[in-house]
């Protein structure tokens, strides 16, 4: 068994190694010249001691193209002197030597100054075309540098979606040319609730930050590189507070207030019936739309209070108008004309479910975060939509794992949450999602992602057929070895496996004063 995360397809092991004590001649069809730089860089990180000259080298490594094979899929052939690597194009062999990395060795006891490959042919290919990571930082700003290494083990993994949680109600992090007071009010915070939901304990200091546009720009190329599309999200058309902060004619009420400096579900949302607000809302997602290259642009949509919508005459007129009976009706208005504009512009809006999202239009995608009403979800499944499956109780990245063993998490299987008529439903596939209200650091990222992340991505890349826990926890085990180099904070078997002692002795964290507790214990 070879160690590698996600598991492939089909490999089979001849036995022995391709060795190399220098750089490897590297061959490369049109189109793979790309892969000369990569390789060579891969091999000198893996094994610093590798001889730099080419001239006397006996191994070749070689890039070439075959159309059969699918887009993200790879043949990777290592044996005698030679690794071939065949792909139809740039997603493959990169994912082809995102694999050498995991199997590769260097400088093992009595052979230093030496690159080791295990012989052996490896055909591989995705399950589902979406595997995602959802990062929230509309609640805590992060910066660049930590969503640059939260892409390097996204990919490492061959996750390939980033969907980054740019707006919610404690702040709004995307740059604004149009509208240059925006980021000076929605993306600040006088203070930040700490030690959980039900605290009263505050951080006492300031919370800011947001991207600019040409840092967003940066990011996407660096996605990119690693085969990831990054994907925006504005959630709408609750959870704006941090907008109505900037823009309080936006609200039903048109009350000025600050960002909130706690993580409570706020009521407020724009007014449905007020087309200054819609204006505002427009102009806010064409930027996002000329900003990020993805088709593919979150809208949210989940529950908010509907209190204001219910008592706003506003809102009442166009309720009447559009003869729209009550508030789930609102809603499912509110987001279709979302969905509208944005599909106008090229995009595809995609749009967490609740139990009030019945009327939603089918151009939209629905992200399966919360069960839907039977019906509801039968009634989707059955017209053919398009599904991107992340149950809450399973792919809520944030909660401590207690509340969810990865044993649970690798157990997930999306096709099981679609109903009775999940065959007919498209999958594109499946996402975590670390929700940032208690994630203030790298540490605290990694600690949740690890090994999360690799138990998902196993989901979204490999056969059902293939998973078997048993195998991955040993898999696991050799692969952070790799992680180690990099100095990345992975949970403990003890807490990832779901200690039941930290439960009984905490509470599940979740309700207590320290969503930390977890992090300390693990470096002890």
């Given at each position: 068994m070879l160690n590698i995360i996600p598991q492939v397809r089909s490999c089979t092991v001849y036995g022995g190694d391709v060795a190399m004590e220098r750089q490897p001649k590297i061959v490369c069809c049109e189109g793979a010249e790309f892969c000369d730089p990569l390789a060579r860089k891969l091999f000198q990180n893996i094994c610093p001691s590798i001889k730099p000259d080419t001239e006397n080298a006996?191994?070749?490594?070689?890039?070439?193209?075959?159309?059969?094979?699918?887009?993200?899929?790879?043949?990777?052939?290592?044996?005698?002197?030679?690794?071939?690597?065949?792909?139809?194009?740039?997603?493959?062999?990169?994912?082809?030597?995102?694999?050498?990395?995991?199997?590769?060795?260097?400088?093992?006891?009595?052979?230093?100054?030496?690159?080791?490959?295990?012989?052996?042919?490896?055909?591989?290919?995705?399950?589902?075309?979406?595997?995602?990571?959802?990062?929230?930082?509309?609640?805590?700003?992060?910066?660049?540098?930590?969503?640059?290494?939260?892409?390097?083990?996204?990919?490492?993994?061959?996750?390939?979606?980033?969907?980054?949680?740019?707006?919610?109600?404690?702040?709004?992090?995307?740059?604004?040319?149009?509208?240059?007071?925006?980021?000076?009010?929605?993306?600040?915070?006088?203070?930040?609730q700490v030690g959980g939901f039900s605290s009263n304990k505050f951080a006492g200091c300031k919370h800011e930050g947001y991207y600019s546009q040409s840092q967003i720009r940066k990011i996407?190329?660096?996605?990119?590189?690693?085969?990831?599309?990054?994907?925006?999200?504005?959630?709408?058309?609750?959870?704006?507070?941090?907008?109505?902060?900037?823009?309080p004619d936006i609200s039903c009420s048109g009350e000025s207030h600050s960002v909130p400096t706690t993580f409570d579900n706020f009521a407020g949302a724009f007014c449905a019936g007020s087309e200054k607000a819609w204006e505002v809302i427009f102009s806010l997602l064409d930027e996002i739309c000329e900003i990020f290259e993805s088709k593919y642009v979150h809208i949210g949509g989940d529950v908010f209070d509907f209190s204001d919508w219910k008592t706003c005459p506003e809102c009442k007129k166009v309720a009447e108008k559009n003869g729209i009976k009550d508030e789930q009706g609102l809603l499912a208005y509110a987001l279709n004309r979302i969905i509208d504009h944005l599909d106008k512009k090229g995009k595809v809006a995609v749009v967490r479910t609740s139990e009030f999202i019945d009327g939603i239009d089918k151009r939209a995608v629905l992200h399966l975060f919360k069960n839907l009403p039977s019906a509801t979800l039968d009634?989707?499944?059955?017209?053919?939509?398009?599904?991107?499956?992340?149950?809450?109780?399973?792919?809520?990245?944030?909660?401590?794992?207690?509340?969810?063993?990865?044993?649970?998490?690798?157990?997930?299987?999306?096709?099981?949450?679609?109903?009775?008529?999940?065959?007919?439903?498209?999958?594109?596939?499946?996402?975590?999602?670390?929700?940032?209200?208690?994630?203030?650091?790298?540490?605290?990222?990694?600690?949740?992602?690890?090994?999360?992340?690799?138990?998902?991505?196993?989901?979204?890349?490999?056969?059902?057929?293939?998973?078997?826990?048993?195998?991955?926890a040993k898999r696991w085990q050799e692969n952070r070895k790799i992680l180690d180099i990099v100095g990345a904070n992975w949970a403990s078997d003890k807490l990832a496996r779901g200690n039941l002692l930290f439960r009984s002795r905490d509470i599940f964290i979740w309700k207590t004063a320290d969503q930390y507790g977890e992090v300390r214990r693990n470096k002890k």
């Open positions: 006996k191994v070749t490594v070689s890039f070439t193209k075959d159309e059969n094979i699918p887009e993200e899929g790879y043949r990777l052939d290592a044996n005698g002197d030679e690794i071939k690597i065949e792909a139809s194009g740039e997603k493959g062999w990169i994912y082809a030597l995102i694999t050498l990395r995991q199997i590769m060795k260097a400088d093992n006891e009595g052979k230093p100054f030496l690159l080791e490959c295990p012989c052996c042919r490896i055909e591989d290919a995705p399950r589902y075309r979406y595997r995602g990571f959802m990062l929230d930082e509309a609640r805590n700003f992060l910066g660049e540098d930590t969503v640059k290494r939260v892409l390097g083990l996204m990919s490492f993994y061959k996750l390939n979606v980033l969907h980054w949680h740019l707006s919610d109600d404690q702040g709004y992090r995307i740059e604004s040319k149009k509208f240059p007071d925006l980021n000076r009010i929605a993306s600040r915070r006088n203070d930040t996407i190329a660096f996605a990119k590189e690693r085969n990831i599309d990054v994907q925006p999200e504005i959630d709408l058309p609750g959870h704006i507070s941090a907008l109505t902060a900037a823009f009634k989707f499944a059955a017209e053919g939509r398009k599904f991107i499956v992340s149950p809450h109780h399973l792919c809520s990245f944030d909660v401590p794992y207690v509340m969810t063993p990865i044993k649970n998490l690798y157990a997930f299987e999306p096709v099981s949450h679609l109903g009775k008529n999940a065959d007919k439903a498209e999958i594109l596939g499946v996402e975590g999602l670390l929700w940032g209200e208690w994630v203030y650091d790298l540490q605290k990222v990694e600690f949740n992602s690890l090994p999360r992340m690799c138990a998902l991505g196993e989901t979204g890349w490999s056969p059902k057929e293939t998973r078997d826990y048993s195998s991955f």
